[in-house]
């Protein structure tokens, strides 16, 4: 695996997450015998897995939107290649972190 390889599957990290939740919670939910401590909750736990394979798509679809600007060239890149995150407030100001190397790069302000 390349570095490139290693930023693609970092950045799909958080979706591989949710869909891991999604069929933990699906197994816990249709395997535990039903508790009276539950059952007011009852249908609403139902609604778990579905909400986690929502927030797993939605993420999926950010991270590919990522991908596909940083591939094109329509994205902030590193020196390295790898793509610039979001904006944060440092103790130095604000920066980029790189998602490949994790070089922090500092905004001119
Ligand atoms: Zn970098």
Redesign the pocket.
Known sequence: MTRMHWMAFRMYLPTLACLLLAFVSTWLLTSAPPTTFLAPLGDTLRWIPYGLLGLAALLGVIASVRLLRWETGDAL??????L?GSERQGRFGVYRK??????S?ALAR
Request: glycine fraction near 22%; proline fraction near 0%.
């Open positions: 890149i590193c020196l390295c290649g790898g610039l790189c998602a490949t190397c994790g070089r790069h």
